[in-house]
């Protein structure tokens, strides 16, 4: 397989993920900038090639320097990866709308966020649509969206991972997952924007509950190896119904890298931050500090990462009623989030099944 030949690339949003992704495009051959919004971050990237903020211990490619002006990252690029969190996607888009090669629709722009994006009604949106309506009107229909079974460490490493790049632009999706196209990484190109985005926000939502089960399961004599894998086909039933319902269009997303691929990963990882969040609810009382789910994302600076699954599960709650649809799974996490009920009465409930 021919590789692609040099292109330019920003990286907006220099977390883990995007720090992995960018020293392996560099790695790759490709001229790699990443913006930090913190300075210290900048610093150790320049002057160690590490980020000792996000992702510390591992070595990057002398080919990625970072930059603190957010301007300066994405102008003139060829390709512009977001790799913000969701929270704060389209405020960070605001910020360089105005650089000509974003003006005038030039640069390619693809995201890495998972998860949906707040609105100020509460209404769930996705990241490519939230992207879109903060890009200039060109970029309408045409943005990517990167997704698959992908802890950053292990990207940052250079271990093999695979990647769906995603977009109702046929050419884009194609270009996007040709530039992904390096040294330990296998992409391949989808046109399911709907049904990619859904299984990288919901997949979190049920790799928290399996942390809950797996600690559980430490105390518990109900819980094994049977349940939890019981517990990853009844989840990923569940993100395949709010895809359908939601507009996705092939099966085989779902059972894909981007759907079953990835669940299991976020699932099972050591480094999963959603499965970690779902034990620290059991064996260390995380939610004692908060008063309900809102509470809890107004202030998961508290948490001391970031569980993606616990603010998709909002989202999920409001997919569930608009479109009336059952989601056991789901439905049981948000009550506990929202200290409706405790994970071991969630245990009775099922008990009472049997």
Same mark, same amino acid.
């Given at each position: 397989?021919?590789?692609?030949?040099?292109?330019?690339?920003?990286?907006?949003?220099?977390?883990?993920?995007?720090?992995? $992704?960018?020293?392996?495009?560099a *790695?790759?051959?490709?001229?790699?900038?990443?913006w930090?919004l913190?300075?210290?971050?900048?610093?150790s990237?320049?002057?160690?090639?590490?980020?000792?903020?996000?992702?510390?211990? +591992?070595t990057?490619?002398?080919?990625?320097?970072?930059?603190?002006?957010i301007k300066?990252?994405?102008?003139?690029k060829?390709?512009?990866?977001?790799?913000s969190?969701?929270?704060y996607?389209?405020?960070?888009?605001?910020?360089?709308?105005?650089?000509?090669?974003?003006?005038?629709?030039?640069?390619?722009?693809?995201? $890495?966020?998972k998860?949906?994006v707040?609105?100020?009604?509460?209404?769930?949106?996705?990241?490519?649509?939230?992207?879109?309506?903060?890009?200039p009107?060109?970029?309408k229909?045409?943005?990517?969206?990167v997704?698959?079974?992908?802890?950053?460490e292990?990207?940052?490493l250079?271990?093999?991972?695979?990647?769906?790049?995603a977009?109702?632009?046929?050419r884009?999706?194609?270009?996007? *997952?040709?530039?992904? *196209?390096?040294?330990?990484?296998?992409?391949y190109?989808?046109?399911?924007?709907?049904?990619?985005?859904?299984?990288?926000?919901?997949k979190?939502?049920?790799?928290?509950?399996?942390g809950?089960?797996?600690?559980?399961?430490?105390?518990s004599?109900?819980?094994?190896?049977n349940?939890e894998?019981?517990?990853m086909a009844?989840?990923?039933?569940?993100?395949?119904?709010?895809?359908f319902a939601?507009?996705a269009?092939?099966?085989?997303?779902?059972?894909?890298?981007?759907g079953?691929? !990835?669940?299991?990963?976020?699932?099972?990882?050591k480094?999963?931050?959603n499965?970690?969040?779902?034990?620290?609810?059991?064996?260390?009382?995380m939610?004692e500090?908060?008063?309900?789910? !809102?509470? $809890?994302?107004?202030?998961?600076k508290?948490?001391? +990462?970031?569980?993606?699954?616990?603010?998709?599960c909002k989202?999920?709650?409001?997919?569930e009623?608009?479109?009336?649809?059952? $989601?056991?799974?789901?439905?049981a996490?948000? *009550?506990?989030?929202?200290?409706?009920i405790?994970?071991?009465e969630?245990?009775?409930?099922?008990?009472?099944?049997?």
């Open positions: 397989m021919a590789l692609m030949e040099k292109q330019s690339v920003g990286i907006i949003g220099a977390g883990a993920w995007g720090t992995a $992704l960018g020293t392996a495009l *790695r790759g051959g490709h001229d790699v900038q990443i930090a913190e300075d210290d971050v900048v610093e990237i320049n002057s160690k090639h590490e980020n000792t903020r996000y992702l510390p211990g +591992y990057l490619d002398k080919g990625m320097t970072a930059v603190s002006d300066e990252a994405a102008a003139g060829q390709y512009l990866i977001m790799a969190p969701s929270l996607l389209a405020p960070t888009i605001t910020k360089f709308t105005d650089v000509p090669n974003i003006k005038d629709g030039s640069t390619i722009i693809a995201s $890495l966020t998860g949906f707040p609105t100020s009604d509460g209404t769930p949106r996705f990241v490519l649509e939230t992207m879109e309506s903060a890009l009107e060109c970029y229909d045409s943005t990517v969206y997704a698959g079974p992908s802890h950053a292990e990207v940052a250079g271990k093999l991972t695979g990647l769906i790049s977009s109702s632009n046929h884009n999706a194609v270009r996007v *997952r040709d530039l992904l *196209r390096v040294k330990g990484i296998m992409a190109a989808s046109f399911d924007t709907v049904g990619v985005q859904v299984c990288a926000a919901v979190n939502v049920i790799a928290t509950v399996y809950i089960v797996d600690a559980m399961a430490e105390t004599e109900l819980f094994g190896d349940a894998s019981l517990l009844a989840g990923l039933n569940e993100i395949q119904k709010i895809g939601m507009g269009t092939h099966a085989q997303t779902f059972t894909s890298i981007s079953v691929g !990835d669940l299991d990963v976020t699932c099972k990882s480094y999963g931050r499965r970690r969040f779902g034990q620290d609810i059991i064996k260390n009382g939610l500090q908060f008063k309900n789910l !809102d509470d $809890l994302i107004a202030n998961v508290k948490v001391g +990462y970031l569980p993606e699954g616990a603010i998709a989202y999920v709650h409001t997919i009623q608009e479109k009336h649809l059952k $989601l056991p799974i789901c439905d996490l948000y *009550r506990v989030l929202n200290k409706e405790t994970p071991f969630v245990l009775e409930e099922i008990l009472r099944l049997q």
